[in-house]
């Protein structure tokens, strides 16, 4: 998780500053620790946009480190240095894209001089470690920092100096696995690294990044490690693993979907810390990352299409009457399942050159749609343009709405996450680097991105919201402004850096799957302004002209006309955005005419309760937990 690495690297530097020179020169950072982090960090062949930041490799930051001479420490020892080129839109390699094993090697560099250092003079100069205990050590402060093993009150530094063994009440791994928690609730992501650090303290190798039970329990903290060691795999590319079709895990007409969990009435409260479990002095990295999102289209009537008729959609879909509704993808009906992918395989396969400027728009929408209040209207605005395109395709695809991919119901499960099927999206891969996507609507060579390479994907281990923290945030933060910069942060940035390669970075919209994940986020706003009682209503309360950070000052005020320009500077978009909007514009859903829609089957609506006003407009609550 880069987002806070250059925070932790200058800790690390702070903390050594008085400290002699004169440290041990083992335990090493083997090979076998190298993997061990690999496992948990995103991989980037070339520099990517994270947090604002540029950062390569694997969580390499230019914010803390000289991108242009980069060093790097082979296994041996021995160092040698990448070179780039820095440049106003960013760095360049000098000779393209790293290597694995330079990736490998700038890593161990990175542990060697900022992270090692404390473990062996707060640590290791006091009592014997393993090659292993020390790597599992080395591993925990990359992704927390240093203060948990300097801390005279850190419970993992006692007991290691006092020899603990490692499993039992008071045992080193129950004390690793204290640190599971985000602004106070427990992250399977969490448990998973902690407990597989704990494993690698007790010298067993490999296995799965797993979890034992259920994110917040004892059992979690205390995992059986019964099963026979194994050696640390090279990460290789990409390997799909089999996954059920689109529908009910047999493919659309073949099974039936499992049957709908138990509702969960009534309102949530924010999540809780594990009883005697003590939130750590540093607090496990919350990815916020930068990622540019879709610019908000501007909603008015598409010009008609030049390109050939398409070929009508398959299945038998409700037709649309009135308003979109827009539906959740995980309990979406086959039928609607199979329309929307088909309409993206057309638009995508017919006006490739206007997919691209779907794309080179949300890159140029960088400053006034990212980091500041126009990042939900403009976003709001984009979605309902690529509505329009894929609408425009005539035939059944007239009546396609665009779905939402409801991932506050995937937390905790991410790898059995409804969007990734092999007949859908693409299957689910786990990978250590962005490889190819090759099966689903954006499976190469069908689909090609901007330049005619293939779109890749990377899943690394960042976590999903839950429904119940969507709730809490939404009942919690009345102001607009602390409401979408909140937003914004990782419940919208966790998915981008977890599909990793395109959708990490500034061209996004390359992968489809960003457009389903921008109508969810465009839903958390609807059910915020329909539950504090904004919907329908005036839009004086609900929108405030805001930047969260210095450098983005161009908030778009709620009178400002939505830019949607394909290159920067440039008059031109493309005809789904054919009226000029304003942020007012876009505040009710139902002023949109042709453009309307809501959210249905909804059940974090429910899980809200009843809203300022007594009713909800823009969502219909159901009961059914999906």
């Given at each position: 998780m880069p987002g806070l690495r250059a925070m932790h690297v200058a800790a690390a530097a702070a903390l050594l500053s008085g400290v002699s020179s004169a440290v041990a020169v083992s335990p090493p950072i083997t090979t076998a620790t190298v993997d061990l982090i690999k496992c948990f960090e995103s991989w980037q062949?070339?520099?990517?946009?994270?947090?604002?930041?540029?950062?390569?490799?694997?969580?390499?930051?230019?914010?803390?480190?000289?991108?242009?001479?980069?060093?790097?420490?082979?296994?041996?020892?021995?160092?040698?240095?990448?070179?780039?080129?820095?440049?106003?839109?960013?760095?360049?390699?000098?000779?393209?894209?790293?290597?694995?094993?330079?990736?490998?090697?700038?890593?161990?560099?990175?542990?060697?001089?900022?992270?090692?250092?404390?473990?062996?003079?707060?640590?290791?100069?006091?009592?014997?470690?393993?090659?292993?205990?020390?790597?599992?050590?080395?591993?925990?402060?990359?992704?927390?920092?240093?203060?948990?093993?300097?801390?005279?009150?850190?419970?993992?530094?006692?007991?290691?100096?006092?020899?603990?063994?490692?499993?039992?009440?008071?045992g080193v791994r129950e004390a690793m696995t204290r640190y599971n928690q985000a602004n106070g609730a427990c992250l399977d992501a969490l448990v998973k690294r902690r407990n597989r650090e704990a494993d690698f303290y007790g010298g067993r190798h490999g296995g799965p990044c797993y979890t034992c039970g259920e994110c917040g329990t004892q059992a979690d903290r205390m995992c059986a490690t019964t099963d026979a060691p194994t050696p640390v795999p090279t990460p290789a590319p990409s390997t799909a693993t089999p996954q059920p079709s689109g529908c009910g895990g047999g493919g659309c007409g073949t099974a039936t979907p499992a049957p709908p969990s138990t509702p969960q009435p009534g309102t949530p409260q924010p999540s809780t810390p594990q009883p005697g479990t003590p939130t750590p002095g540093t607090p496990a990295p919350t990815p916020q990352p930068d990622t540019p999102q879709p610019s908000t289209p501007q909603p008015g009537t598409p010009a008609p299409s030049t390109s050939a008729p398409s070929t009508p959609a398959p299945g038998t879909p409700t037709p649309a009457s009135g308003p979109c509704v827009r539906k959740a993808w995980s309990t979406?009906?086959?039928?609607?399942?199979?329309?929307?992918?088909?309409?993206?395989?057309?638009?995508?396969?017919?006006r490739a050159g206007e997919y691209d400027d779907f794309v080179k728009m949300h890159d140029t929408a960088w400053d006034y749609a990212h980091g500041t209040s126009g990042f939900l209207p403009w976003h709001r605005y984009y979605l309902i343009g690529w509505e329009n395109a894929l609408q425009s395709l005539g035939g059944n695809f007239s009546n396609v709405c665009l779905p939402y991919w409801d991932w506050e119901v995937d937390?905790?499960?991410?790898?059995?996450?409804?969007?990734?099927?092999?007949?859908?999206?693409?299957?689910?891969?786990?990978?250590?680097?962005?490889?190819?996507?090759?099966?689903?609507?954006?499976?190469?060579?069908?689909?090609?991105?901007?330049?005619?390479?293939?779109?890749?994907?990377?899943?690394?281990?960042?976590?999903?919201?839950?429904?119940?923290?969507?709730?809490?945030?939404?009942?919690?933060?009345p102001n607009f402004s602390t409401f979408y910069s909140s937003l914004e942060g990782a419940p919208h940035?966790?998915?981008?850096?977890?599909?990793?390669?395109?959708?990490?970075?500034?061209?996004?919209?390359?992968?489809?799957?960003?457009?389903?994940?921008?109508?969810?986020?465009?839903?958390?706003?609807?059910?915020?302004?329909?539950?504090?009682?904004?919907?329908?209503?005036?839009?004086?309360?609900?929108?405030?002209?805001?930047s969260t950070t210095v450098v983005r000052t161009s908030a778009l005020q709620l009178s400002s006309v939505m830019p949607m320009p394909i290159t920067p500077g440039g008059s031109s978009t493309l005809p789904y955005f054919a009226a000029a909007r304003t942020v007012e514009d876009v505040m009710d859903l139902a002023a949109f005419g042709a453009d309307a829609y809501t959210y249905g089957g909804d059940h974090l609506a429910y899980v809200l309760g009843a809203p300022a006003s007594g009713t909800w407009d823009w969502a219909t609550p159901t009961s059914v937990a999906t």
């Open positions: 062949p070339d520099f990517h946009l994270v947090l604002g930041k540029w950062h390569i490799g694997y969580g390499l930051s230019c914010d803390s480190h000289d991108c242009t001479a980069i060093s790097a420490m082979r296994a041996d020892g021995t160092t040698y240095t990448i070179t780039a080129t820095a440049s106003g839109s960013g760095y360049t390699l000098t000779n393209g894209p790293l290597t694995v094993t330079q990736g490998e090697d700038i890593l161990r560099h990175l542990l060697e001089t900022s992270f090692a250092p404390c473990v062996r003079t707060q640590i290791a100069s006091a009592v014997s470690l393993t090659d292993d205990q020390f790597g599992a050590l080395v591993s925990f402060a990359y992704n927390l920092g240093c203060g948990p093993l300097t801390s005279a009150s850190s419970t993992v530094r006692t007991r290691v100096l006092n020899g603990a063994p490692l499993e039992g009440n008071s979406l009906p086959c039928a609607e399942r199979e329309l929307y992918i088909a309409a993206v395989k057309e638009f995508k396969a017919t937390a905790g499960s991410e790898e059995t996450t409804s969007v990734l099927r092999p007949d859908t999206f693409g299957s689910y891969v786990s990978n250590t680097w962005p490889a190819c996507v090759t099966d689903g609507v954006a499976g190469f060579p069908d689909w090609k991105i901007t330049g005619g390479s293939c779109l890749t994907r990377a899943l690394s281990s960042s976590f999903f919201t839950d429904e119940a923290s969507m709730a809490a945030l939404i009942m919690g933060n940035g966790n998915p981008h850096i977890w599909v990793n390669g395109q959708m990490a970075d500034s061209v996004s919209p390359e992968d489809p799957l960003f457009f389903v994940h921008h109508a969810n986020v465009d839903r958390m706003w609807a059910l915020w302004q329909d539950y504090h009682g904004y919907a329908g209503g005036a839009a004086a309360g609900q929108y405030t002209a805001h």
